[in-house]
């Protein structure tokens, strides 16, 4: 019996062997090679519709964060990750066996969600985006938190102390757009929202949720308006109204580096 239960472990082994080695063998150089992989997304994401919608007979996995996604890759569980640009390259910076491809992905723009009826703070976010954009301010926090050397410098803290409350829901798993710093929730997303607060005289709330119950957590007026790194799409212009695009991005593809 200990002999039968010896081999029998050893033919697993063997089988997990091979299978790495498959995984291995996997090449990815453009979405074209998506076909039939096994693809990881951030659930509720463009990253997600754009496999849903383009990717034939694709294996997909759906994760809270592209950052669980990316654990599931270096363990070979999938063959690679569609994500946004940015965060897919402080992902990579962080694994030095992981690597990016790019393809001729559309363009996404970012904009800042709100309630379809909530015209009042529509045109308050718009105000403090163009004027952050006219006074410089803007670009002085493009260089805080995505600078050409990778060393981000977080602002210091614009959040009033005092006054009514303007809640902002986001999803803390998108550098540099809003992470963990420790405790804190921080990104270019939550300075925008501390000043578009200050412009009304306001203390901003940060609320961290999944991506995917944003929408709905914006609609059901547990918060006032959504930063997260969210694209303007024709199927969510059906449940919220957006802001004027604040900044422009497009997906990209994290795979394993070859072995050499």
Known sequence: MKKLLLIGAALILAANVFAAGNREQVVIKSAADLDGKRIGV??????????????????????????????????????????????????????????????????????????KDDLELLNDINTTIIKLKSTGEYKKLVNAFMPTDGKIQVPASENPKSGKI?????????PPFEYLEGKDIVGFDISVGERIAKDKGMQLEVVNMDFDSLIPALSSGAIDFIAAGMSVTEERKKNVSFSVPYFESEQVIIVRKPKQ
């Not at 303007?166 to 998108?174: I, M, P, R, S, V």
Request: glycine share 6%; proline share 1%.
């Open 42 to 115: 951030q659930q509720g994401t463009t990253g997600e519709l754009y496999v849903q919608e383009n990717v034939k007979n694709a294996k997909l996995s759906s994760f809270k964060s592209g950052i669980d996604a990316a654990l599931d890759l270096k363990n070979g569980a999938i063959d690679a990750v569609v994500l946004d640009e940015l965060p897919a390259k402080e992902i990579v910076s962080r694994n030095s066996d992981l690597m990016i491809v790019t393809d001729k992905f559309a363009k996404e723009e970012y904009a800042i969600a709100v309630r």
């Open 166 to 174: 303007l809640k902002l829901g986001t999803n803390a798993t998108f």
